[in-house]
């Protein structure tokens, strides 16, 4: 059974367009995060969700809107699409321990936007 | 901000031979980790090591930890060319905060 599961895979659309990019996990855990890994494999953190609460928020264009309906599931909008959206988003999540450091994280097979 | 910076870029090595792959970091941290990613896949969690702890060792991998230099390695050793793929470290500076990644070191290992 996939632990960390994305969709879509693989996602192409025009600019200005919106988008959304789901993802589940059935680990259990209960911090989530949404990554975006470039065409230089630069691997960077956009968000991250402790028990359905934003606890992160990094210097993100906020056309971008993360939604944790559950604590199993933090879900990627994107508004108003751009070229330079293209990249790959992964989705992790792990298991944090009240103010301890995450734990190892597991990713999701990854979902490659392309913005024509 | 980016916070780990892997040396080699890229590794060419033989079946059978060792590989070793350098991190670097910034700041203080808390743990530091590695993790592999084969081509068009996600993240794999490798190894954990706690910022008390100098040396790890996890089948064929061995991680070091000098936090004077702010530097870690990563061994694998007998390289198969299953372990083809690109390795990240990544860190996370104090309790509660994300994980930072470097750029990766790519691994071909031929036979």
């Not at chain 2, 059978?16 to 530091?32: F, R």
């Amino acid at each position: 059974d996939t632990a960390v599961s994305q969709t879509p895979k693989y996602l192409v659309t025009q600019m200005g367009n919106d988008k959304s990019i789901k993802c589940e996990q059935n680990l259990g855990h209960d911090t989530m995060y949404w990554y975006k890994q470039d065409s230089k494999k630069f691997l960077k953190i956009m968000f991250s969700y402790n028990n359905k609460e934003l606890i992160i928020n990094e210097t993100v264009p906020n056309r971008f809107s993360p939604k944790s309906p559950d604590k199993a599931h933090l879900n990627l909008h994107i508004n108003s699409l751009e070229l330079g959206d293209s990249a790959v988003y992964f989705c992790a999540s792990s298991q944090s321990g009240g103010r301890a450091s995450y734990n190892e994280q597991f990713f999701g097979p990854g979902t490659r936007l392309t913005v024509l | 901000s980016q916070q780990g910076e892997e040396d080699p870029q890229a590794l060419s090595i033989q079946e059978g031979e060792n590989a070793t792959m350098n991190c670097s970091y910034k700041t203080s941290i808390n743990n530091l980790q590695w993790y592999r990613q084969n081509s068009g896949r996600g993240l794999v969690h490798l190894i954990l090591i706690r910022s008390n702890e100098r040396e790890k060792h996890s089948g064929r991998l061995r991680v070091t930890l000098d936090t004077s230099k702010k530097s870690s390695s990563l061994l694998i050793t007998a390289s198969r060319a299953a372990d083809t793929a690109s390795y990240f470290c990544a860190t996370d500076h104090q309790a509660g905060t994300a994980l930072i990644f470097g750029k990766g070191t790519t691994l071909s290992v031929s036979s």
